[in-house]
């Protein structure tokens, strides 16, 4: 019923950019824009790095130091999607990237992943 899908992952080459996308349905009573959410990547056999996140309520963004100044989170609340806009791209930027939407109340989910990848 929950629905977070990612999109928008793909081959860049380094100093490249790319914009992901976390599209949600199925939200009913708490909705979407009530939810908290995050931004994480993971590499096979290391542990899930939280990336970027924003707040349900003014909007706030957190980033990684490893990403501050190059992505930008954001959302969209007519369109239940938060983007996360990616520039200057490097190597150690591959990984599989998810979504992950939460709130004070415990409810939380997952998206399935988008895979990025940035090489020359």
């Known amino acids: 019923q929950v629905q977070l899908v990612e999109s928008g992952g793909g081959l860049v080459q380094p100093g490249g950019s790319l914009r992901l996308s976390c599209a949600a349905s199925?939200?009913?009573?708490?909705?979407?824009?009530?939810?908290?959410v995050s931004w994480y990547r993971q590499v096979p056999g290391k542990e899930r790095e939280l990336v970027a996140s924003?707040?349900?309520?003014?909007?706030?963004?957190n980033y990684a130091d490893s990403v501050k100044g190059r992505f930008t989170i954001s959302r969209d609340y007519g369109k239940n999607t938060v983007y996360l806009q990616m520039n200057s791209l490097k190597p150690e930027d591959t990984a599989v990237y998810y979504c992950?939407?939460?709130?004070?109340?415990?409810?939380?989910?997952w998206g399935q992943g988008t895979q990025v990848t940035v090489s020359s």
């Open positions: 992950k939407a939460f709130n004070t109340f415990g409810y939380q989910y």
């Open positions: 199925g939200f009913t009573g708490f909705t979407f824009s009530s939810y908290v």
């Open positions: 924003i707040a349900d309520t003014d909007g706030s963004r």
